[in-house]
């Protein structure tokens, strides 16, 4: 098993208040063994402006911002889960 195979960032509005969608999203993210596991860092970023941006490995992922809407549940664990079978398949070939 190939493990620290993606680097977190998670920026989100402080004065927003999402602080509990980025709890929420941490325990849904954590709780599944198959992505903890393969995560060797993720940085949290409190900011401002209504953003609540994923990037991984410095690929944005998800913005609210952009899309104009939150994540529905689930959506950015699906994210992440794609780009982990991109990232393991990468990780066995080489």
């Known amino acids: 098993m190939q493990y ?3 680097d977190i960032t998670l920026e989100y509005c402080a004065p ?3 602080s509990r969608r980025v709890v929420k999203l941490m325990e849904e993210i ?3 063994r198959e992505i903890e596991a393969y ?3 993720w940085k ?3 900011s401002k402006g209504g953003v609540f941006e994923l990037t991984l490995n410095g690929e944005l992922i998800f913005s609210k911002k952009a899309l104009g809407r939150h994540a529905e549940p689930g959506e950015i ?3 992440i889960l794609s780009k982990l ?3 393991k398949n990468v ?3 080489d």
């Open 44 to 46: 949290l970023i409190p």
């Open 30 to 32: 954590l709780d599944e």
């Open 4 to 6: 620290g195979l993606m």
């Open 39 to 41: 995560i060797r860092s």
């Open 85 to 87: 079978e991109a990232l």
């Open 77 to 79: 664990r699906a994210l």
């Open 91 to 93: 990780a066995v070939a």
């Open 16 to 18: 927003c208040k999402y």
